[in-house]
Every structure is written in structure tokens, then in C-alpha cells.
């Protein structure tokens, strides 16, 4: 495929890139910074008639037959987490950019998009307990103006498949990304099981993130779908059950907890995307 990426320069962003590439995709960084060159375009993705003529394909030097269009978006870009600037310009930055790639994207013709929504819809940070364990993708509970935008997202994203009968959106409500480099501090958390109590202590482990970007890319199914992508395990060796009895006593217990299997459930990713997570950090640490 002829894939255009938002965001390729980020965390998750840089894995994705390498990952489709590798998996023989044609693939364009669109994103405000980056190594200039083949492969990447310099894009203000706030700019709808920047991501309108980004998108197209046409490019100076492939005249007179101009450019083979995108047959896919993965779109990532965005402010990625609260916190980082005030809540106004995470909701403004995110909302506009969100909107401006998707509904260029379909006006283009473009039927396959996948794009990064975030676990902060199931609840994070829990200062009110989630209504199960482990959660999935039921839960609806916006608790910051940051994932409040991810949610109006995917209504977005609902509302754009049900206007277009064959465009295909899946939405990838990730965990906390993480590099190798990261796991280095995971050993640390058992110490005290609130640290990272605040999303169910899950992770990501990037390489993962990029598999589904590509699972999400090879669904075949119209319509919009959206998934928890996490790794299958914790960022715990202590148990699930004392996690749970210790930090969210009287939460509904959903099935089997595992010992230290992830909270955040990828059955769904599983079942209907064929995400198969391969990393994990206890072979790193």
C-alpha cells in the first residue's frame, strides 16, 4: 500500500514508520518536523488545505501524469497526552488536526484509515474506580478535556463511516508506549501498587502498537471499529488479585484475572483484528 502517516516522527510514530516499511509498504511521514528527504513531507496538519494537497499526492517533478493518490491514512498525530500544554490548546491543536486528516481523507477518496484514539477513554486515571476489571472497549468515561477530544474522535470517525458505506476506520485506543528502553524502571513499581494504578497498570510496548497499525490497515470489514491495544501482560510481577483487592476492593471482577495478564482487554483486538502481541518486558529486564 500507498500509505500517508501523521505523526511519524513521535514515539509510536517512528516505530509505525519502521514497521510498515519494513513490512513493504510505501510510506510518507506528514509531520512539522523530521529528517527531510525521501519519505518525509513537511506538513501543518492545522492547515486544511496543506493536508488537502498533501494528501492528493501530487508533488512538483511528477508532472504531466501527476502522482498515484494515497490508498491509506494512518493518522497519529496530535498533542499525546494531557498535561503537556494547557487543556484549551490540547483540545483545539488535537480536534482541528483530527478533523482536517479524516474529512480530507474521505473527500479524497482515501477508504482506509486507522488512526491512534487512547486508553484515557476507558476512565483513566481512575480517581474513580472503573465499573469492571478488566475494562474494554464498553467503557466510555472521559475524565480530562485531552480524552474527551479522543472520544468526540471516534464519534467523528462513527459518523463519517456511516456517510461513506465503504470507508473502513479503525480506531486503536493504545496504552502507555513504550520503548525497550523504558522497562529499565518497571521493576521499581512494585513498591507501591498506586503508581500505576492510574490505567490499570498496562503498557504498550511499541513494537506491538505497530503490529496493530498494520492489523487495523489489512481489516477488511467497512465501518468504524475501535480496539484496546495493549501488551498482554502488566508492568506488575506482583499479582493481579492482590492488585486489585488493594487498590479497587468491591469492583466487579469480569471473568479470569490471570496473574499478571493485562486489565485492559485485547480480546476484541484478538478475535477480530488478529492481534498477536510479541513483546513483553520481562524478557528485557
Known amino acids: 500500500m500507498k500509505i500517508a502517516l501523521t505523526g511519524g516522527t513521535g ?5 509505525v514508520l519502521k514497521y510498515l516499511r519494513d513490512a513493504g509498504h510505501e510510506v510518507t511521514n506528514f509531520d512539522r518536523a523530521g529528517v527531510r528527504g525521501s519519505g518525509f513531507l513537511l506538513v501543518d ?3 486544511y488545505g496543506a493536508v488537502v494537497s498533501a494528501l492528493s499526492g501530487v508533488r512538483d517533478g511528477a508532472y504531466p501524469t501527476g502522482a498515484t493518490p494515497y490508498d491509506a491514512v494512518v493518522h497519529l498525530a496530535a498533542i499525546p497526552a494531557p498535561n503537556i500544554v494547557s487543556d484549551a490548546e490540547t483540545f483545539h491543536n488535537n480536534a482541528l488536526v483530527s478533523f482536517n486528516v479524516l474529512h480530507a481523507a474521505t473527500r479524497l477518496g482515501i477508504r482506509n484509515i486507522v488512526f491512534a484514539s487512547s486508553e484515557t477513554i476507558l476512565g483513566l486515571p481512575y480517581i474513580t474506580p472503573p465499573p469492571y476489571i478488566p475494562v474494554d472497549e464498553a467503557v466510555e468515561l472521559p ?3 485531552y480524552s474527551l477530544n479522543k472520544l468526540l474522535e471516534e464519534k467523528q470517525a462513527e459518523q463519517l463511516a456511516r456517510w461513506y458505506p465503504d470507508l473502513k476506520i479503525v480506531g486503536l485506543r493504545f496504552s502507555n508506549v513504550m520503548d525497550v528502553a523504558d522497562y529499565a524502571a518497571f521493576p521499581a513499581f512494585d513498591a507501591d501498587a498506586t503508581l500505576r494504578k492510574w490505567n490499570l497498570w498496562g503498557y504498550i ?5 505497530a503490529q496493530a497499525v498494520l492489523k487495523g490497515l489489512e481489516h477488511s470489514e ?4 475501535t480496539f484496546v491495544i ?3 501482560d502488566t508492568v506488575m510481577t506482583r499479582p493481579n488479585a492482590e492488585l486489585v483487592a488493594e487498590v479497587f476492593p468491591g469492583v466487579e471482577v469480569r471473568g479470569e484475572l490471570g496473574v499478571n495478564d493485562t486489565m485492559l482487554s485485547i480480546d476484541k483486538a484478538r478475535r477480530v483484528l488478529g492481534y498477536d502481541p510479541q513483546h513483553t518486558w520481562r524478557d528485557h529486564v
Open 45 to 47: 496538519l492545522t492547515d
Open 205 to 209: 510496548d511499541a513494537r506491538d502498537a
Open 11 to 15: 514515539k509510536l510514530g517512528t516505530n
Open 143 to 145: 475524565e480530562s478535556v
Open 222 to 225: 467497512p465501518g468504524f471499529e
Open 230 to 232: 495493549a501488551s498482554p
